[in-house]
């Protein structure tokens, strides 16, 4: 095996190479067949849709998976990570007609057939590329098993649901208020609208004229909504509201549109405190009011075309927008003399999640699924603990979404996607829901005259099918019977109730179990502020420029287009201030880094602020892995390693191998309880803080010493602890793992790859809190006497005379032990004295306590007394300053009374180290004195 190592890591050249190999080995591979006795860990990949590219959320969420599905593999687990790609029915149709608009056709022009056809030519042109650029990112997913929400079996699986529903009674056709897009031209579940809150908005005040016939006079209702008094058809009063009891029943002649309209009576709509306690009704474009209307049998009356323009029932306002159409009618009602005022007022406005056009309330015939006896038994599911959500906050949020559910509206006025499976007999009327692709005749006259329903079924309805239909249901497969239920599935919060509650429904309707034992749901990733990450705001960041690097000019260029340079310059470094100390650009990170800083969030907290500059952070623990690995080749040549930690005498080796130990049970630990800061922290204080600042440090006096059994022993525990530690990391950063398990010395009879090989256990270290103890004391002696030489400035070079003191005949044994090791790391001249306590501080030297021992180091000769007494006046200046401010601040009533109280025990806490620090400068002034 060659020990020959570059001099610094280059990732774009080891992560290429390492993922081909895996795919090669089918590394990833998940094994369905009934033999084997594995235990099986499956989390389904949340498709990301055809349309996308990667994003920091995809990188985020690709990378938590993969740690999760990487480490279960080493467990031994058969795992399946089910790739797939979701055919995003909105958004698809969106990108598609927006290229026949470039070459000045619509859809209607080609037709659904043709308009299909195109739609899948640009798929296999251009979509799915996501799915390459998870690879990039190192996902270990079954790619040969990937799926694709229209393929054909995903077809039938989506026929065989809805007719199953329909036939259960829980699909139905529907007339309903619906919310409707006009960009879009579709109808949108509850769940599609956002609502944007405190919109400025106004209540508008106008009469309606009371029927002559009805003693005259008027009632004067108060609205948001002025232009959809076109549509009206009631205006309605409570019926215990002493004002208008004269008036029950009354007609009021519309004063813009030829028609008579009732005032009614009804307590659920009409609060009478708000505005003048009458509320105009129009049963065609407010959900309340459509509930008022059908208790009331009230006409229903649509004044808006599906393009969002008022339709012929809005008279001589017909093919106005609605901004429009609200400014005509208030001026018409103003030249009518009816206007009785308007005043400000903040209300919701809904939008369109995907185009952010405002959505209409619109009359429609829809097909729905009725939810409540879907909801009720995921309610159960999650409170009885069949499936655990993490965090567990989201328990609350998921019960009131399901407990307060609402009938879904799954038809979209879209042609791609899946059609509904509805045959309507143009003879005799007959509806058949068929589970048949291509029905040929009516079931009920034998016609062949029957058309199937334009319409295709909301997105989210394949989605909510896929833990099971990905598996080949309802087919009763090995696959399935296999992988179902997942044990994870891991998503962003915010689509608990897109996905998570659907999929909890159709899992436990069609299958008779929850399709996951666990939710893990992870925040949202933000810019450094913690502002969401958008192109208007200019913060976007490409997790591909991350890793192949990329010059801000051309970051900012994705991620304001168009803005001019500076502008988008400012925005950015607004954004993400650390990318001042970046220079011109972001440099070739590579996958790794990426991951291990994504890995360094807690995945739990709702925002994760993204910041490039710990990412350069941990580009350099990559390099500080790799050159510890190629350290550590120069003495491991023939070393013979074997699946058991080596017996180990020497303290250091005993110490590390009890680290190990620790270390990767608190990575399991953390990994298990979705805590991968935890997990990912754990591993990396180990590598960096313990094996490469005190263990490799301490090797090197052991390799150019003449102790041959030690060197060997050191060599054994070496060699077996850098596999370990490799071993332990693959999870989190697979590629350079690999790069340097392959050129590690390790047992025989492994796998080919670190990825199929065992996650390191306790079993692999030795735990030994002797030895964790005793070394802990001679770190903090070393610790001491370094602290000392950085404080008074000593020159790195210099060696320092150092005296070790203890009361304790066990310690001074130790640090007598050790000797070697503390020589080595304090630098000091010729080997430290190791004396009882006891005696004075001789002149000219500095005493620190670390535990039991005292730490003497000599400064005479190595710092001049003139200038550590000028160091030593800088620091008084600095601290006496401190001392006053944080005094003037604890004598304020403003800041006691008002802080948090935390906050001031805090400050005190602050002011009390102050003063400490301010009694051991007056001693550092003798010292100076003492150094002449």
């Known amino acids: 095996m060659s020990t020959e190592m570059p001099k610094a890591y280059e990732p774009q050249s080891v992560e290429p190479r390492w993922y081909d190999f895996w795919i090669q080995n089918h590394a990833f591979r998940a094994e369905p067949d009934p033999s084997d006795t594995r235990p099986v860990y499956v989390i389904p990949m949340p498709p990301p849709n055809v349309t996308g590219a990667l994003h920091m959320g995809h990188a985020l969420m690709t990378t938590i998976e993969d740690v999760l599905l990487r480490h279960k593999r080493m467990q031994g687990y058969n795992t399946l990570y089910q790739p797939g790609i979701d055919h995003a029915g909105i958004a698809t149709q969106t990108v598609v007609e927006r290229i026949l608009r470039s070459e000045g056709k619509s859809r209607h022009d080609l037709g659904r057939k043709a308009f299909l056809e195109r739609v899948w030519q640009w798929k296999a042109q251009s979509g799915g590329r996501i799915t390459e650029q998870q ?391 933000v810019d450094e502020n913690g502002d969401k990450m958008s192109k208007v705001k200019g913060n976007v960041i490409d997790p591909l420029d991350l890793i192949y690097g990329a010059s801000f000019d051309d970051v900012v260029k994705k991620a304001l287009p168009g803005a001019p340079p500076g502008d988008a310059h400012k925005r950015f470094t607004k954004a993400y201030p650390s990318v001042a100390q970046m220079g011109s650009g972001f440099p070739a990170f590579g996958a790794d880094a990426v991951r291990m800083t994504l890995c360094s969030y807690s995945p739990q907290a709702k925002r994760i602020a993204l910041a490039p500059k710990r990412i350069e952070g941990y580009r350099n623990f990559c390099n500080k892995i790799w050159n510890a690995v190629r350290y550590s080749m120069t003495y491991l040549e023939g070393v013979t390693v074997t699946s058991t930690p080596p017996v180990a005498t020497d303290l250091a080796n005993k110490w590390i191998l009890s680290r190990l130990a620790q270390a990767v049970e608190a990575s399991t630990k953390g990994i298990d309880e979705f805590r991968l800061d935890d997990a990912s922290g754990a591993l990396y204080h180990f590598f960096w803080d313990e094996l490469c600042s005190w263990y490799l440090e301490l090797t090197k006096p052991v390799f150019n010493g003449t102790d041959e059994a030690l060197k060997n022993e050191t060599r054994a525990v070496l060699a077996h602890v850098m596999e370990a530690a490799v071993r332990a990391l693959h999870p989190f950063i697979p590629f350079i793992t690999e790069e340097l398990w392959s050129r590690l010395p390790k047992a025989e009879g492994l796998a080919a790859t670190v990825s199929l090989t065992t996650y390191p256990t306790a079993a692999d270290g030795r735990l030994d809190v002797a030895a964790e103890r005793d070394m802990q004391i001679v770190m903090d002696a070393i610790v001491a006497a370094r602290t000392i030489r950085a404080e008074h400035e000593v020159h790195p070079g210099a060696e320092i005379p150092v005296v070790l003191r203890s009361g304790s005949a066990e310690v001074r044994a130790l640090l007598q032990n050790q000797i070697v090791g503390i020589r080595t790391l304090i630098k000091t001249q010729g080997d430290p004295a190791v004396e009882p306590a006891g005696a004075e501080r001789p002149l000219g030297s500095v005493m620190s306590v670390a535990g039991p021992v005292e730490v003497l180091v000599g400064l005479k000769g190595l710092v001049e007394g003139k200038r550590e007494l000028e160091r030593v006046a800088r620091e008084i200046k600095k601290v006496d300053k401190d001392i006053a401010v944080t005094e003037k601040k604890l004598s304020s009533p403003n800041f006691v009374d008002k802080a948090p109280p935390e906050v001031v025990a805090e400050t005190r806490v602050n002011l009390e180290n102050l003063k400490r620090k301010r009694v051991q400068l007056d001693d550092a002034l003798k010292l100076a004195d003492e150094l002449g």
């Open 135 to 525: 690879r990039v990112m190192g996902a270990s997913a079954d790619w040969p098993r990937l799926k694709f929400t229209m393929d054909a079996d995903m077809s039938v699986a989506v026929r065989e649901a809805f007719v199953r529903l329909y036939e259960e009674g829980l699909i139905y056709r529907a007339t309903r208020l619906i919310n409707w897009c006009s960009d879009c031209r579709t109808a949108l579940s509850d769940l599609e609208v956002e609502n944007e809150e405190g919109h400025a908005g106004e209540l508008f005040h106008f009469a309606y004229p009371i029927a002559e016939s009805d003693g005259g006079g008027e009632i004067v209702v108060a609205t948001t909504r002025v232009e959809t008094m076109l549509g009206d058809t009631a205006v309605a009063v409570h019926p215990d509201d002493p004002r208008y009891k004269h008036l029950h029943g009354k007609m009021l002649k519309h004063p813009i549109v030829d028609r008579m309209i009732p005032i009614i009576t009804d307590s659920i709509l009409v609060d009478m405190k708000f505005g003048t306690g009458a509320v105009k009704v129009t049963p065609a474009h407010d959900f309340n009011d459509f509930a008022t209307g059908k208790r009331h049998n009230l006409e229903e009356i649509s004044i808006f075309e599906l393009d969002g323009r008022v339709n012929a029932n809005g008279g001589k306002f017909q093919g106005m927008t609605v901004k429009e159409a609200r400014k005509a009618v208030k001026k018409e009602l103003e030249a009518l003399g009816l206007v009785r005022g308007c005043e400000a007022h903040a209300l919701p406005l809904p939008r369109c999640q995907r185009c952010e056009t405002v959505v209409e309330p619109m009359i429609s015939t829809q097909w729905f699924v009725r939810m409540k006896p879907l909801a009720e038994p995921a309610l159960a599911a999650v409170a009885d603990g069949r499936t655990v959500i993490i965090p567990a906050e989201w328990k609350k949020t998921y019960d009131h979404f399901l407990e307060n559910i609402q009938d879904w509206c799954i038809s979209r006025q879209l042609w791609w996607g899946h059609q509904i499976p509805a045959w309507y007999c143009n003879d005799c009327g007959e509806v058949t829901v068929t589970r048949d692709p291509e029905l040929k005749a009516c079931c009920k006259c034998g016609s062949a005259n029957v058309r199937q329903d334009d319409d295709v079924l909301d997105t989210w309805f394949s989605s909510a099918l896929w833990p099971f239909s990905t598996l080949g249901w309802p087919e009763p497969t090995d696959t399935l019977k296999k992988f179902y239920p997942a044990s994870d599935m891991e998503t962003g919060y915010d689509i608990l109730f897109f996905w998570v509650a659907r999929m909890m429904m159709m899992g436990l309707h069609f299958m008779g179990e929850v399709p996951f034992r666990r939710v893990l749901l992870h925040g949202l990733v």
